[in-house]
């Protein structure tokens, strides 16, 4: 597991004005990065970009790490409010408490005038030889031919699911595009890394927690109705805290969930057979 560091985000985070952070021996390539002569090349590659965040692999110094850069969004809405950066460092140090294996913090910080946010940014340890869960996915390329993988990939992350349930928090963005994977030679045994867990927050209400998360990692993978009710039969023997008698029970309630309450809209959270 990687182990958080903590950079010094606490001390230094301000809402009037720009702030940074960062570990003591990266503080050189986060001062290049931030001057604004980074250019993309071998060593500065952009690797995904969506909604005005762009996501770079960099190596520098004998670092190697993910940079993640965004716009500030609507002008008032982070006056006085943490950046998603930020509370993405909050939340990796909850999950490093909890076991759940996350990125090193390498630096962080706001780009602020008079209280507006303008930019943010966060820069983690790079994460080599790993793949996001939508490979498993309908039309992934690990879809068919992996099912040992793909199975043991979803039993480890429900694991972590019913261990951040059980702590009293709601991860709301379980989808399995922030759950990485890396093989092991053990398709039984794959290590799994959470990230993008910047929506992470307290659960007020337990039992829609457990199956709004359930249900978005469901919903996403499509599998087999069969793999789903064995799934969450390890969710239940796992989580200590039940709100559900049992996997049957929360199968059903995957099925019937919506997420506002009066909509007419269904989601299938199994395959087609």
């Known amino acids: 597991m990687c182990t958080v560091k903590n950079p010094g985000f606490r001390k230094r985070k301000r809402f009037i004005r720009s702030w940074h952070a960062s570990l003591p021996a990266f503080s050189s390539v986060l001062a290049s990065l931030r001057s604004g002569k980074m250019k993309e090349d071998e060593n500065h590659v952009l690797i995904n970009y969506s909604n005005g965040k762009y996501v770079y692999h960099g190596k520098d110094a004998g670092f190697e790490y ?10 008032w809405r982070y006056i006085f409010r943490h950046s998603l950066p930020l ?6 140090e909850i999950l490093e408490k909890l076991s759940i294996p996350v990125p090193q913090i390498l630096a962080v910080g706001d780009t602020r005038k008079f209280f507006v946010l303008k930019e943010s940014f966060l820069i983690t340890s790079f994460l080599k030889d790993t793949f996001d869960g939508r490979i498993f ?17 979803c039993r480890k992350n429900l694991l972590y699911l019913a261990k951040l349930h059980d702590a009293g928090f709601f991860h709301k963005a379980a989808h399995p595009r922030n759950f990485l994977f890396r093989e092991t030679g053990n ?8 990230i993008d867990v910047a929506r992470l927050r307290k659960s007020y209400c337990r039992k829609r927690a457990v199956v709004m998360d359930l249900h978005t990692f469901f919903r996403d993978m499509l599998l087999p ?22 996997e ?12 506002r309450p ?7 959270i199994t395959a087609r057979t």
């Not at 996915?137 to 199975?151: A, D, I, S």
């Not at 390890?234 to 559900?244: A, C, D, G, R």
Request: a positive charge.
């Open 66 to 75: 993910a940079y993640k850069t965004q716009n500030g969004k609507t002008f």
């Open 87 to 92: 509370r993405e460092c909050y939340h990796y």
């Open 137 to 153: 996915m309908e039309g992934g390329k690990y879809r068919n031919g992996h099912e040992n993988l793909c199975f043991a990939y």
């Open 187 to 194: 398709d039984h045994e794959p290590e799994i890394f959470w």
């Open 225 to 246: 109705e069969e793999n789903v009710l064995q799934l969450l039969k390890i969710y239940m023997e796992k989580v200590e805290k039940k709100v559900f008698p049992s």
């Open 248 to 259: 049957k029970e929360l199968f059903e309630a995957l099925l019937h969930f919506k997420r």
């Open 262 to 268: 009066f909509s007419k809209k269904k989601y299938k």
